[in-house]
């Protein structure tokens, strides 16, 4: 599906990387100074997914659930 990744404290140009439990990257962008980012993974199938956000500073990782 569609959604949002909306960024707080995280520099303009940081990586935003999807990848899937085995470690394949189905996502790959940079943020912005707008402080959020638009994700679309339709094609993606069910299952576990990391968000990793990383910056000069910050190194974060979130899970998701795709139904």
């Known amino acids: 599906g569609k959604f949002t990744i909306k ?28 402080g959020y980012v638009e994700v679309s993974l339709l094609r993606a199938k069910r299952g576990l997914y990391f968000i990793r956000v990383i910056d000069k500073k910050n190194y974060l990782i979130r899970k998701i659930l795709v139904k």
């Open 7 to 34: 960024l707080e404290n995280i520099d303009p140009g940081a990586d935003i990387i999807i990848s899937d439990i085995l470690g394949s990257n189905i996502f790959q962008s940079k943020s912005t100074d707008l």
